[in-house]
C-alpha cells in the first residue's frame, strides 16, 4: 500500500475500532459442524447451512448468503407473476444482482414487466419485514450492453 508497517498497523486498529460491530455479528452466529469436520453457519433468515472453510469468513457467509436468498426470492416472485400474467416465465440470464427477461417490445409489456419487477422486490421486503428496503431498476435493450 505504499505506507510502513506501523501506519498500517494503526489503519487496522482503526478500521477494526470503528467496525467491531462485523464481529459481534460474526460471533453470534450458529455453526455446526459435520462428522467429517466440515463446519457450517446456519443462517438465521433461512436455515439454510453455508460451508464455513474459515472462521474469519462468518460475517461474509452470512451477508452473501443473506443477499443471495433475497435475491432469489425476488426472482422467484417474478418468474411467478409472470407465468400468472403471460402464462409462461422467459427468464434468460440472472447475475450476481441482475436478471434478464426477454418480452415483446412494446411500451404495454415494458409497463407490466416493470411493475412485476417493483412489486416483486416489494414483495420481498414485505414479506422479510426488511428493515432496509432492497430496491432496484429496470433497464431495457437489445443487447447486454444496453442494459448493464
Not at 40 to 55: H, Q, T
Not at 100 to 129: G, M
Request: charged share 30%.
Amino acid at each position: 500500500a505504499g505506507i510502513s508497517t506501523e501506519e498500517g498497523r494503526q489503519l487496522h486498529d482503526a478500521y477494526w475500532k470503528l467496525n467491531w460491530s462485523v464481529k459481534a455479528i460474526a460471533d453470534e452466529q450458529v455453526v455446526i459442524k459435520d462428522s467429517r469436520g466440515g463446519k457450517w453457519l446456519v443462517n438465521p433468515i433461512n436455515g439454510f447451512c453455508y460451508s464455513l472453510r474459515k472462521e474469519s469468513d462468518r460475517f461474509s457467509t452470512l451477508a452473501q448468503g443473506t443477499g443471495s436468498f433475497f435475491f432469489d426470492m425476488w426472482v422467484d416472485n417474478i418468474l411467478t407473476s409472470m407465468e400468472r400474467m403471460y402464462g409462461k416465465k422467459t427468464l434468460t440470464g440472472c447475475f450476481h444482482d441482475e436478471n434478464i427477461l426477454v418480452i415483446k417490445d412494446l411500451p404495454k409489456f415494458r409497463q407490466e414487466v416493470s411493475e412485476i419487477i417493483l412489486d416483486s422486490i416489494e414483495s420481498v421486503n414485505v414479506t422479510y419485514k426488511l428493515r432496509r428496503r432492497l430496491g432496484c431498476d429496470t433497464q431495457f435493450g437489445k443487447r447486454y450492453s444496453e442494459i448493464h
